[in-house]
């Protein structure tokens, strides 16, 4: 009988690759993971993985039972749900993954209405970036999370995960106060107006950091980055302190420092809820959401608009 720990060993060194990843995602000892696997091996009783140099590839015969692991665990997590279902009433931890700005405006209001219509239920908040998402609920450190998506950087494909969208928002392009920028023509053109500033953005690896370079480059230069910092707040202060330029989504600019002024821009960033496969009908997942979305502020209400057209330079 092949165990559900090694199938998920196994699926997790297929999307990661070496086996020194997964052991630190997992917070395991590289020679455990390697040990897991071996006895996965031979209950299998043929060779699932062949090393090429550092990294460790599947055999077409691990590919197919990693396609089998990812049904399996989502049948496991379609068993969670109705037994959580069948016990009646939300109770326990629920770990739930969100961005800052999310964590900031959309998140309280949540908890307020989850705790008042589950009291026994826990929810446990983690800031976590978008990209990291991914690994975080398939390695079960999380069971839901908020993340998101930009017109210049859509979210890949995430075997092993469901999201549903929550909300959308516009982007601005914010300047110092007194250097408006020219509305333009289109999107392109009012990027190039702050093509020879100096750029603040978030810190590289995030996909804030990649939609500011994309949407530049897309409108015909590469910024030159002079500072590099994740929270919006922060960004703004600087900017209005004559730091530089940045890109900022609509959550970011509530309560925007004095001194900045704010050209709004045809780009979107869009957010969405993520979980396992098969946990949407868990009654902690689906309560969690159903209070995300009686948080959403009226001017964010409504599906997420599709992604607009790339501006060209």
Do not use: K, N
Not at 75 to 103: C, K, M, Q
Not at 118 to 130: A, G, K, T, W
């Amino acid at each position: 009988m092949l165990d559900v720990r090694r199938l998920r060993l196994l699926r997790e060194l297929a999307r990661r690759g070496t086996i020194a990843a997964v052991a630190e995602a997992l917070a395991f000892s590289p020679s455990a993971v390697s040990q897991q696997l071996g006895v996965l091996e031979r209950e299998a009783g043929l060779p699932l993985l062949e090393r090429t140099g550092r990294r460790v590839r599947l055999t077409p015969a691990g590919e197919d039972l990693v396609r089998h692991a990812e049904a399996v665990l989502e049948r496991l997590e379609r068993a969670e749900a109705d037994l959580a279902e069948a016990r009646g009433g939300l109770a326990g931890v629920l770990r739930v993954g969100s961005f800052p700005t999310a964590t900031r405006a959309i998140v309280p209001a949540a908890l307020v209405t989850l705790a008042r219509r589950h009291p026994r239920l826990e929810p446990m908040v983690s800031e976590i970036d978008p990209a990291a998402v991914a690994h975080a609920l398939r390695a079960g450190d999380l069971d839901v999370a908020l993340v998101h998506e930009y017109d210049f950087v859509p979210m890949p494909e995430e075997p092993g995960l469901t999201t549903e969208p929550l909300f959308g928002e516009v982007m601005y392009l914010a300047v110092p106060e007194g250097s408006e920028a020219d509305a333009g023509p289109d999107q392109g053109a009012v990027l190039r107006t702050r093509a020879d500033a100096p750029w603040i953005t978030a810190t590289p690896g995030t996909l804030c950091h990649a939609m500011t370079v994309r949407a530049c480059q897309a409108a015909g230069f590469t910024p030159r980055v002079r500072h590099q910092v994740d929270e919006f707040a922060t960004v703004l202060a600087l900017v209005a302190a004559g730091q530089g330029v940045a890109v900022v989504p609509q959550l970011g600019i509530r309560g925007a420092e004095p001194g900045v002024s704010l050209t709004r821009l045809l780009m979107q960033r869009r957010t969405e809820i993520a979980f396992r496969d098969g946990a949407a009908g868990h009654p902690a997942v689906a309560a969690f959401g159903s209070a995300l979305r009686a948080a959403v502020p009226p001017e964010l209400a409504g599906p997420p608009e599709p992604a607009s057209p790339r501006a060209e330079g």
